[in-house]
């Protein structure tokens, strides 16, 4: 039964992913952390295995998303690698940090994050791009398919902070740094936005790579859980993608980021009492 679950969630979380443009973990976290522990529907979970478990998972959603952009030739390499520079110290003492925490404290923080993760998501159209630091950083030219030009860029020791600090949380709490990295990428350093996504899942890609063994070797990734979830997740990401072409409503859209800050409240409750 706890398989059925797993896959259940891990098809829910790759769906939700791609519809709205944020990674899984977000979504498989708390979804198996509600089943397993609150329900008691998923025998010897625990936090730091939902963790183990969605970094692992990360590396494949990830794989996927980054061989389609490679074909649209979206991926800015070089700023991937730095920032996959700038996250690996982060994810190795996020993951560290992650033994040490019992449920009620993984909870109350994990939701702080999702707060914060939907705040951005649900006003980072209304906010204005900083052009301070494509002035004070590397300058970088993109050419679209329709010869439109784009210059970006950013200080590199700055770029190096910001991944550093997401992925902290990546290692943390298990989830992509997408949904943090992408609105940082458009605002601040003016990437167009295929190009954000595009490079931020080449280092999603990169650094749950390194999450994962991390938490490998701490013991954390329940290896019998990945067998359900793995694919259920790639499947639930090809028809959320599929699907994201179809439904181009902006409501929609709003309305699961708004789920997704109320997921953030519950989370903070429980922690809480």
Known sequence: MEYI??????LCSGLIGALVGLGGGVILVPATLFVGLTLGLIPDITPQKVVGLSVVMMIFTGLASTL?????????????????????PGTIFGAWVNKGLDLPSFNLYFGIL??????????KDKLKPVKWFVENGQK???????????VYGYPIWFALLLTFAIGFAS????????SMIVPAMILLFLFPPHVAVATSMFMVFLSSIVNSASHIYLGNVPWLYTIPVIPGAYIGAKFGAALNKRIKSDTLVLFLRIILLLLGIRSIIDGLI
């Open 5 to 10: 679950l797993i896959a259940v969630i891990g």
């Open 140 to 150: 970088r030219t993109f050419v679209d398919q329709e010869g439109k030009s784009f």
């Open 171 to 178: 290692g943390l709490f298990g989830i992509g740094g997408g």
């Open 68 to 88: 389609s952009y490679m074909k649209s030739k979206t991926v800015d390499y070089k700023s991937g690698v730095i920032f996959f520079a700038g996250s690996v």
């Open 114 to 123: 999702l707060i914060i993760i939907a705040t951005i998501l649900i006003v």
